[in-house]
């Protein structure tokens, strides 16, 4: 699914916050959903996927989490993190691409003017200025999940600081499965999709027997 105003979607009408963001994902996916269902989210996706799974619990059957945002940052993080996203020049994009990838792909440059692009549209632009360090949820509302759930968390990971991971191991459930695999950067899906693809299919099976 494409949020408002990134990947092929229309810019939206209002202005894009988290508030508006969560309102109008729930509610696709309420339409989208007639059953529970395994939730996948990464990066900000994981902060979507965590937020429905709370309001939302009888319809997610398990929720995996690939590098997700919804935890906590400090103002320095948050602020390195934004300063990540304001992009205005190929070069900027090609030193974002490379946080993002476990090993920088040969395309790399050939993406970047079309990152620089993405990145300024509206509604990216809207989400960005609104952000704030208390962005995601709670340690109740993490705790409160009842579903099975899987976290990978490369161990590329550059982009997302490692206080995130810490927050999650904290506060999660402890039936929570959380695993760094190697060779595997922000964007599990793009590093090692077959491993990947075959890590969330076996979960999934896993929820159907738990």
């Not at 529970?36 to 989490?65: D, F, Q, T």
């Not at 590329?156 to 506060?171: D, I, K, V």
Request: glycine content about 6%; some cysteine; charged content about 25%.
């Amino acid at each position: 699914m494409d949020a408002p105003g990134h990947g092929f979607s229309e810019e939206p009408r209002a202005r894009l916050n988290r508030e508006s963001l969560l309102e109008s994902m729930t509610s696709a996916l309420d339409e989208l959903l007639d059953e529970p269902a395994i939730v996948c989210g990464n990066s900000l996706g994981g902060a979507i996927a965590l937020h429905y799974a709370g309001v939302r619990p009888e319809r997610v059957r398990g929720l995996v989490l690939l590098s997700p945002a919804g935890a906590p940052w400090s103002d320095e993080e948050l602020r390195l993190l934004l300063r990540d996203f304001r992009m205005k020049t190929s070069r900027d994009a090609r030193a974002f691409l490379n946080k993002i990838y476990h090993r920088r792909p040969w395309f790399l440059p050939l993406i970047a003017p079309d990152v620089v692009h993405s990145a300024n549209r509206r509604a990216p632009r809207e989400l960005f200025d609104s952000a704030v360090p208390d962005f995601g949820a709670t340690p109740e509302e993490l705790s409160q999940l009842g579903m099975p759930i899987l976290l990978w968390w490369g161990r590329s990971e550059r982009l997302l600081p490692a206080s995130n991971l810490r927050y999650f191991r904290e506060h999660l459930p402890r039936r929570a499965v959380i695993e760094e695999p190697e060779g595997v950067g922000h964007c599990a899906h793009l590093d090692a999709p077959r491993a990947t693809c075959q890590r969330i299919v076996e979960f999934a099976r896993s929820t159907a027997t738990s």
